[in-house]
């Protein structure tokens, strides 16, 4: 799915677009990650102000607009 609809289905649901959900969403696009944890420590790599629970409520906000699925390993659907 490409990152433009992505972020227009975010829109749709009331989302803003911030600049740390921008850095999730490109780790979680281009990188293969397998938990919250793992998209966390690479995120705080670029931007050490995100936190854990920013990570845990985008991935349930991209779960809840039908963008990814935690049981196929966070894969883009």
């Given at each position: 799915?490409?990152?433009?609809?992505?972020?227009?289905?975010?829109k749709?649901?009331?989302?803003?677009?911030?600049?740390?959900?921008?850095?999730?969403l490109?780790?979680?696009?281009?990188?293969?990650?397998?938990?919250?944890?793992?998209?966390y420590?690479?995120?705080?790599?670029?931007?050490?102000?995100?936190?854990?629970?920013?990570?845990?409520r985008?991935?349930?906000?991209l779960?809840?607009?039908?963008?990814?699925?935690r049981?196929?390993?966070f894969?883009v659907?």
């Amino acid at each position: 799915m490409a990152k433009e609809v992505i972020i227009q289905k975010m829109k749709d649901s009331g989302c803003r677009i911030t600049k740390q959900r921008m850095i999730l969403l490109d780790i979680i696009l281009e990188e293969d990650c397998s938990c919250c944890k793992e998209i966390y420590f690479k995120a705080s790599k670029k931007d050490s102000k995100i936190g854990v629970a920013t990570v845990y409520r985008m991935i349930n906000s991209l779960e809840e607009i039908g963008v990814i699925s935690r049981k196929n390993m966070f894969k883009v659907m």
